[in-house]
T-cell receptor, first 117, second 115 residues
């Protein structure tokens, strides 16, 4: 089975620009979560998508938005980039179950490293 | 508020020595508990998880962790460290009943292994 793949691996943007990051889920998974990992910090939950709808969001402003497509792949969009948006963005996929909510195993991609100048 | 604390930012151990990485959490009930490892340029790999039952959990690569409710701790251990274990380790909690993808992570402990 293929794992989670993310693109691009690295990119540089300037303040005020917009960026789109992409994620392909692991085969058989139907849920995608996005995390932001600043340098020297643990990952922080941005949001999760299930059935093409946002299903849970962390403490991130609306300029962070996402999409999930029918094939379960996903995009993370960030508008009006700020210097503090520089981070590693991690995508994780999982198979949603209706029981044991919160207990499903996340499979992470290697991340997209965004630098904002 | 829910939180995870990993008190040690950086630990250095000799190859073959035992290892214990500390994790404390703050949560209103018993959460789901996880340990992940991250090597440079890699994503997070799940080492082990605790959902319920036996409080001593076995994981991959010879790691184990023990859930202690009275101490709100979930420390990771390995009896004999290998040079390939050098990486960053993250403890995380997952909410019961919450968004399934929502994990709260600690800030991580970087493990260095000296020969």
């Amino acid at each position: 089975e293929t794992g989670v793949t993310q693109s691009p691996t690295h990119l540089i943007k300037t303040r005020g620009q917009q960026v789109t990051l992409r994620c392909s889920s692991q085969s058989g998974h139907n849920t995608v979560s996005w995390y932001q990992q600043a340098l020297g910090q643990g990952p922080q939950f941005i949001f999760q998508y299930y059935r093409e709808e946002e299903n849970g969001r962390g403490n991130f402003p609306p300029r962070f938005s996402g999409l999930q497509f029918p094939n379960y792949s996903s995009e993370l969009n960030v508008n009006a980039l700020e210097l503090d948006d520089s981070a590693l963005y991690l995508c994780a996929s999982s198979l949603r179950t209706d029981t044991l909510s919160g207990a499903n195993v996340l499979t992470f991609g290697a991340g997209s490293r965004l630098t904002v100048l | 508020a829910q939180s995870v604390t990993q008190p040690d930012i950086h630990i250095t151990v000799s190859e073959g020595a035992s290892l214990e990485l500390r994790c404390n959490y703050s949560y209103g009930a018993t959460p789901y508990l996880f340990w992940y490892v991250q090597s440079p340029g890699q994503g997070l790999q799940l080492l082990l998880k605790y959902f319920s039952g036996d409080t001593l959990v076995q994981g991959i690569k010879g790691f184990e962790a023990e859930f202690k409710r009275s101490q709100s701790s979930f420390n990771l251990r390995k009896p004999s460290v290998h040079w390939s274990d050098a990486a960053e380790y993250f403890c995380a909690v997952g909410a019961r009943g919450g968004s399934q993808g929502n994990r709260i992570f600690g800030k991580g402990t970087k493990l260095s292994v000296k020969p």
